[in-house]
């Protein structure tokens, strides 16, 4: 009988160490492409001309796919990509990457892909396939992975509702020389798992800033390098935005749209993001009231 435990013990033993070099070995295989393509993640942003930005952009996608194809790519966390964002959802059910490509200096394109988690460690990827430049409107419909409204995406907020998962992604396009978007994207999985982008999950009364509702998608809009905040706050379990007035009275121009020093958000709430007038911030900016607000001034 002692014989048998032994045998068992070290046949785990020999399973275990067998795992853990297959591991390792996967870990090398990806570390590898990771320092293959790392030159073409920066050539994607610094490269001078236009063809040697979208040379690197294809021979970076190739060497990503590659590394994920590699089992339990899932965790590896592609450190040295520092011009890729990376996002997990809060619940490690998968992970998106975004990043951007100057087309010139008025034109950038999105790419993306997002990573589900599996049980076996094998690839199950929704490649993302930028449609902003085929649209006129791209606030008006619930959209799938081949139609996806691009953004660099930096942030990730996991809600629910009768039982769920609603993922609200934040991200910023740079859009033109003049402007610059952030969008605010509810994210959620239909019934085959499949990505679904948007949806009517915002309350807002309408003014000239805001998207018209109704809204599948929440986009500021304003002048380049105004830097304009929208985040998630998670003491006040608020999404907050700046207040954006016209420099010069004109606020259907986006590139005359900067912060106003004052902060609006959105509450989740019955499956819905529900619009605050006001939110107080810790900094010094002024909170205004609601017959003060610079939106309702320029309706």
């Known amino acids: 009988m002692n014989k048998l435990i032994a045998f068992f013990v070290c046949l785990l033993s020999i399973l275990q160490l067998h795992a853990q070099q297959k591991k390792d070995l996967n870990i090398l295989k990806i570390t590898k492409i990771e320092e293959r393509i790392k030159d073409y993640s920066i050539a994607i942003l610094n490269a001078t001309e236009m063809v040697d930005r979208f040379r690197a952009d294809s021979l970076f996608t190739r060497g990503l796919v590659q590394a994920l194809k590699v089992p339990n790519s899932f965790y590896f966390p592609f450190d040295s990509l520092i011009t890729i964002s990376k996002i997990y959802a809060p619940d490690s059910s998968f992970r998106i990457f975004t990043w951007q490509v100057m087309k010139d200096f008025s034109s950038y394109h999105q790419k993306g892909a997002i990573q589900m988690h599996t049980k076996d460690g094998s690839l199950k990827m929704y490649p993302l396939f930028d449609n902003s430049d085929y649209t006129e409107f791209?606030?008006?419909?619930?959209?799938?992975?081949?139609?996806?409204?691009?953004?660099?995406?930096?942030?990730?907020?996991?809600?629910?509702?009768?039982?769920?998962?609603?993922?609200?992604?934040?991200?910023?396009?740079?859009?033109?020389?003049?402007?610059?978007?952030?969008?605010?994207?509810?994210?959620?999985?239909?019934?085959?798992?499949?990505?679904?982008?948007?949806?009517?999950?915002?309350?807002?009364?309408?003014?000239?800033?805001?998207?018209?509702?109704?809204?599948?998608?929440?986009?500021?809009?304003?002048?380049?390098?105004?830097?304009?905040?929208?985040?998630?706050?998670?003491?006040?379990?608020?999404?907050?935005?700046?207040?954006?007035?016209?420099?010069?009275?004109?606020?259907?121009?986006?590139?005359?749209?900067?912060?106003?020093?004052?902060?609006?958000?959105?509450?989740?709430?019955?499956?819905?993001?529900?619009?605050?007038?006001?939110?107080?911030?810790?900094?010094?900016?002024?909170?205004?009231?609601?017959?003060?607000?610079?939106?309702?001034?320029?309706?």
Not at 220 to 245: C, M, S, T, W
Not at 272 to 291: F, L, S, T, V, Y
Request: glycine share 6%; proline share 7%.
């Open 138 to 299: 791209p606030v008006d419909s619930v959209r799938d992975a081949q139609n996806w409204i691009g953004a660099v995406y930096y942030n990730m907020v996991l809600k629910t509702y009768r039982d769920k998962n609603y993922y609200t992604l934040l991200g910023y396009d740079e859009n033109n020389a003049k402007t610059t978007k952030k969008w605010m994207e509810v994210l959620t999985f239909d019934d085959f798992g499949k990505p679904v982008f948007g949806g009517k999950y915002f309350d807002y009364p309408p003014d000239s800033i805001k998207p018209p509702q109704p809204a599948y998608r929440f986009c500021l809009e304003f002048k380049k390098q105004a830097g304009a905040k929208i985040n998630y706050d998670p003491e006040i379990d608020r999404i907050i935005f700046a207040h954006l007035v016209s420099e010069n009275g004109e606020v259907r121009e986006k590139q005359s749209l900067i912060p106003y020093g004052s902060y609006e958000g959105f509450h989740w709430v019955n499956g819905k993001w529900i619009h605050e007038r006001n939110i107080e911030m810790g900094d010094p900016a002024p909170n205004i009231n609601q017959k003060n607000d610079p939106n309702q001034h320029q309706k």
